[in-house]
């Protein structure tokens, strides 16, 4: 009796793996194409497509608890046991066909996640920038902003007015609790968008404490915005002071703005609007820190003279942001998630600055600023 066999032939490896990258050339693909094209991005993604599927997803939002963490940790444990499982598999059949065909499969979810997040909102990446939008020029560096015979920058200039500022709002800002600040943080950006017209009209959502404040931590992360779930997540460790900008921060990912010194633009200009004192000091203080980096880059004895012209309560606050996320600077997980962070940035969606794209506020602040 003639029996039909039910094993089938499996695809040969090298097209299993070529299948495995589609995924992902596809993402590249699809952000390339973005990138060729700015204006199409604009008109089509990011003022019909991602708000209304944003405002179709909103009910995540509303999950007490973040979402993405759950999904990642179920993630991971796929990722790593099924992994080791076909490793143990290749070695009882003395193949290495199953522990390969495993690592492929995860080089296409992989893919399949880029693809994912350049689709739901990557694509953002490829926007026109902001502050050419908005009129604003960034062509310049800081260094054509010198007043005609001057030796004082604008840089210096501003840093000046902003410890000014932080002086008197340390008088009158309460800082609230952690919580508090995320519930308000919607309301700041809907009374913002009132000055702000570039604000997209789509729902904000409040950002939620990440769950994972300790692994954000040590890998210096302040917060994150995670495009699957479109949830913000803030790490409810920072020091009290940078608690506002950093949720604006992460909203404004929310609303579109991907590039980081965007998101950082977008959270001064929301919390130097906000009624609550507490939210303008953050945004001050936030605006500080990374002028003052700078500063201290170019001209280490104008830092210190800036330094001495707070006021005891303002150069606290800043002393303590440093000593906290000094104590971590050198741990191995933060070495290693700067390191992917750069390089996520730089090459997975072509922000060329890396990590460094952060600071990249300070030339435009150093523009817009009156």
């Known amino acids: 009796m003639l029996q039909v066999s039910r094993d089938r032939p499996g695809l040969s490896l090298p097209l299993y793996a070529a299948l495995s990258l589609m995924p992902g050339v596809a993402g590249a693909c699809l952000l390339a194409i973005g990138n060729a094209y700015p204006s199409l991005v604009d008109g089509m993604f990011a003022t019909r497509w991602y708000p209304a599927l944003a405002n179709r997803l909103s009910f995540l939002w509303r999950i007490p608890i973040p979402v993405a963490p759950l999904i990642a940790a179920l993630v991971s444990f796929w990722a790593v046991f099924g992994l080791a499982v076909s490793v143990l598999r290749s070695m009882a059949a003395c193949s290495t066909r199953p522990a390969v065909e495993a690592a492929l499969r995860r080089i296409a979810a992989a893919g399949l996640a880029y693809l994912m997040m350049i689709g739901m909102w990557g694509l953002q990446y490829a926007r026109t920038p902001l502050v050419e939008s908005e009129r604003y020029t960034t062509s310049k560096g800081i260094e054509a902003y010198l007043p005609d015979g001057g030796t004082e920058s604008p840089l210096s200039s501003m840093c000046a007015r902003w410890i ?207």
Not at 168 to 188: K, N, S, Y
Not at 322 to 337: I, S, V
């Open 164 to 370: 000014s500022q932080a002086n008197a709002l340390a008088r009158v800002a309460r800082l609230h609790e952690p919580e508090r600040v995320l519930e308000r943080t919607p309301d700041m950006f809907d009374r913002a968008r009132m000055s702000l017209a570039y604000l997209p009209y789509m729902p904000v959502p409040a950002p939620k404490p990440s769950g994972i404040d300790g692994i954000l931590s040590r890998m210096m992360i302040e917060g994150i915005y995670i495009p699957f779930t479109f949830e913000p997540l803030v790490n409810m460790s920072i020091p009290a002071v940078d608690l506002p900008f950093v949720a604006c921060h992460e909203v404004a990912h929310a609303m579109g703005f991907a590039r980081e010194e965007e998101a950082n633009l977008v959270a001064y200009e929301v919390c130097l609007r906000s009624p609550d004192p507490a939210f303008r000091y953050s945004g001050v203080m936030s605006a500080l820190r990374y002028a003052l980096n700078r500063v201290s880059r170019d001209n280490p004895r104008k830092y210190w003279e800036l330094i001495d012209g707070m006021s005891e309560a303002v150069r606290r606050d800043y002393m303590e942001r440093g000593r906290y996320w000094n104590a971590l600077r050198d741990a191995p997980a933060a070495k290693l998630a700067n390191a992917l962070n750069s390089l996520f940035l730089s090459h997975a969606v072509k922000q060329a600055s890396g990590v460094h794209s952060y600071e990249r506020v300070v030339d435009e602040l150093t523009i817009i600023q009156p």
